[in-house]
C-alpha cells in the first residue's frame, strides 16, 4: 500500500495576507478584512513597494482578496473548494526532518 500525503487549504483557512518586503525582510500580516488598503510604502523601512502606478499586481492582489471574501461568505451552491499546497512541501519537510 502506498500513502499519498497531500495539504489542502480551505478559504475560511485562511486568515491574512503575508506581504513580505524585499527590502528589510519584515513580514507583514494583514488580515482578510483590512487587506482591502491599498499598502504602498513597507510599514518598517519605508521603503516604496509600488514602482509602478497604477500597478497590475497590486489590482491583482486586492481582487483575489475581493474574489476570496466572496467565496468564503458565498454558500448558495453545494461545492466547496480547496486550494491544494504543492506536493514539494514534502520535501521541505523531509529535509527539517535530517537537521
Ligand atoms: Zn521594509
Redesign the pocket.
Known sequence: MTLHERVTIEPSDICGIEYC?E????EILVSIASATQRITV??????RWIVSDPSAEINAVLEFIGSLETIRETKLNKFKIRLRVSDSLGGVRASRDKD
Open positions: 518586503c527590502a528589510c525582510g519584515a513597507c510599514p518598517v523601512c519605508h521603503d
